[in-house]
């Protein structure tokens, strides 16, 4: 509720005004404007819009990335005290990345993070989810526990398809995992104050062979439903037998690029294509027709 910042009256000839000091980073705001015909008199201030500022790179140091090229899922839990009204995760998954917050999309416009096609010794690009609704959900049906997800794929950094050939990255040496992810997730409590809850570098993060089993940018992915596990991403999961997990691995060589903020619209969904037929030719064997 506190004010950041008021520029006073400013006379321009364009609706272009620039702050004397960037703001604090990964710090949530609210703005309006009020404006003055030439009489002087004042408009109602507007709605107030809200923005977030990106978190600086230093941010991310100490915080390591996990990932490995036999499992392609994560998880963690953690718990939210009483005076936690609302949270924000930061994440950069690559190179294809999928988040799921109790058994829920992190968010309703996108299914997926993007990670873009760039080169992961110069600049990384991460997501910022604004994680309230899951912190008031967790509340109500979880007792405060809250669990996320990560599900990953090889995207533009599939090294069998896309082999990395700028010098500047052979020369680095390392970076042999594709499929990799780093987070931070912060809370903001009643008083305002804001903390790191957990990051990657926890020990609480897990990690398991997902039904997956094969994916590609052209190739599509192969999908073996026996490998599924019910509610893996919500709270209070309990690995049955047949689900292998173990400590998620660190990676010691993961991308050495700049953290960067992500621009980038979300990947979401478009439509969905119902088969006009399903033909069982022999045991195991399944054909599903669509339509062009």
Same mark, same amino acid.
């Given at each position: 509720g506190a004010t950041a910042h008021d520029s006073g009256l400013k006379t321009t000839p364009e609706p272009f005004y620039e702050l004397p000091a960037p703001l604090p980073s990964g710090r949530g705001y609210e703005w309006s404007v009020t404006w003055f015909d030439a009489a002087g008199r004042a408009s109602p201030p507007s709605e107030p819009a809200a923005f977030r500022t990106a978190l600086a790179d230093p941010a991310w140091g100490g915080v390591p990335w996990i990932g490995s090229n036999a499992t392609n899922v994560y998880r963690t839990e953690v718990?939210?005290?009483?005076?936690?009204?609302?949270?924000?995760?930061?994440?950069?998954?690559?190179?294809?990345?999928?988040?799921?917050?109790?058994?829920?999309?992190?968010?309703?416009?996108?299914?997926?993070?993007?990670?873009?096609w760039t080169n992961n010794e110069r600049m990384n690009l991460y997501e910022t989810y604004d994680m309230t609704a899951h912190v008031q959900e967790a509340a109500r049906a979880h007792g405060g526990a809250m669990a996320i997800g990560v599900s990953l794929g090889h995207g533009w950094r599939d090294q @069998?398809?896309? &082999? *990395?050939?700028?010098?500047?990255?052979? /020369?680095?040496?390392?970076?042999?995992? =594709? +499929?990799?992810?780093?987070?931070?997730?912060?809370?903001?409590?009643?008083d305002g104050t804001t903390r790191?809850?957990?990051?990657?570098?926890?020990?609480?993060?897990?990690?398991?062979?997902?039904?997956?089993?094969?994916?590609?940018?052209?190739?599509?992915?192969?999908?073996?439903?026996?490998?599924?596990?019910?509610?893996?991403?919500?709270?209070?999961?309990?690995?049955?037998?047949?689900?292998?997990?173990?400590?998620?691995?660190?990676? @010691?060589?993961? &991308? *050495?690029?700049?953290?960067?903020?992500? /621009?980038?619209?979300?990947?979401?969904? =478009? +439509?969905?294509?119902?088969?006009?037929?399903?033909?069982?030719?022999?045991?195991?064997?399944?054909?599903?027709d669509y339509v062009k």
């Open positions: 718990s939210l005290d009483a005076t936690v009204t609302g949270a924000t995760l930061y994440i950069c998954a690559l190179g294809y990345g999928k988040v799921s917050v109790n058994g829920q999309p992190v968010t309703d416009e996108g299914l997926m993070t993007i990670s873009g @069998s398809k896309f &082999p *990395r050939k700028d010098p500047k990255e052979a /020369a680095a040496g390392g970076d042999t995992v =594709d +499929k990799v992810f780093r987070a931070i997730l912060q809370t903001t409590s009643k790191t809850l957990t990051t990657t570098a926890a020990p609480t993060w897990t990690a398991a062979a997902g039904p997956v089993t094969a994916d590609g940018t052209y190739d599509g992915e192969t999908y073996d439903a026996r490998k599924e596990m019910p509610g893996w991403d919500v709270a209070g999961y309990v690995a049955d037998a047949t689900a292998a997990w173990t400590p998620a691995p660190v990676v @010691s060589d993961g &991308p *050495r690029g700049k953290m960067v903020a992500s /621009a980038m619209p979300p990947v979401a969904l =478009d +439509k969905i294509v119902k088969p006009i037929g399903i033909r069982n030719p022999q045991p195991g064997m399944f054909v599903v």
